[in-house]
T-cell receptor
Framework: NAGVTQTPKFRILKIGQSMTLQCTQD?????MYWYRQDPGMGLKLIYY???????DKGEVPNGYNVSRSTTEDFPLRLELAAPSQTSVYFC??????????FGDGTRLSIL | TQLLEQSPQFLSIQEGENLTVYCNSS?????LQWYRQEPGEGPVLLVT?????EVKKLKRLTFQFGDARKDSSLHITAAQPGDTGLYLC????????????FGTGTLLAVQP
């Protein structure tokens, strides 16, 4: 049971480039979430999904897009990378509204 | 906007000491969760409390939800080096997806 798997673990982007952060879970969870963690700022919710085909914005969605075509996968897309998007990104999933299982994160630097 | 403040921000103690970490807000939460995060890893859920005044114990860790469901505390008895990490509290907003508002964390270092 792999839980929540995020790829890549590290990435360096140039300003204006685009990329997709991958997240997959093998627990058949309906709820999936994307957070970003900045030093001293806690985790901020970017987007979330309550099931395949359903997504909604969190606290800080600007500059990001998501899709949920399957229960297992919830990719996060950065279209035009900006230095402010340098952060550690965490994907999480849960069966109910409360417990959440986190991946190990993607460390993204934009230069 | 709901905010959660954690104190202290940093704590360095010797093995065997006791400590308490606090999580405070002016907002009411439907649930309160505590996580521990180690370097290079994602947060790991330790406990969820949902009832005002609720106390839960996890070995040497004791978690309490405030009576008014605005605050919480985490007490560690006889801390060990394995307790070292970033402790995060997160309050649920009680909505359809119970979105979590995270605190800024308490970084704990337990010296052997």
């Amino acid at each position: 049971n792999a839980g929540v798997t995020q790829t890549p673990k590290f990435r360096i982007l140039k300003i204006g480039q685009s990329m997709t952060l991958q997240c997959t879970q093998d627990m058949n969870h309906n709820y999936m979430y994307w957070y970003r963690q900045d030093p001293g700022m806690g985790l901020k919710l970017i987007y979330y999904s309550v099931g395949a085909g359903i997504t909604d914005k969190g606290e800080v969605p600007n500059g990001y897009n998501v899709s949920r075509s399957t229960t297992e996968d919830f990719p996060l897309r950065l279209e035009l990378a900006a230095p402010s998007q340098t952060s550690v990104y965490f994907c999480a999933s849960s069966r109910t509204r409360q417990p959440q299982h986190f991946g190990d994160g993607t460390r993204l630097s934009i230069l | 906007t709901q905010l959660l403040e954690q104190s202290p921000q940093f704590l360095s103690i010797q093995e065997g000491e006791n400590l308490t970490v606090y999580c405070n807000s002016s907002s009411v939460f439907s649930s309160l969760q505590w996580y521990r995060q180690e370097p290079g890893e994602g947060p790991v859920l330790l406990v969820t409390v949902v009832t005002g005044g609720e106390v839960k114990k996890l070995k040497r860790l004791t978690f309490q939800f405030g009576d008014a469901r605005k605050d919480s505390s985490l007490h560690i008895t006889a801390a060990q080096p394995g307790d070292t990490g970033l402790y995060l509290c997160a309050g649920g907003d009680g909505g359809a997806t119970n979105k979590l508002i995270f605190g800024t964390g308490t970084l704990l270092a337990v010296q052997p």
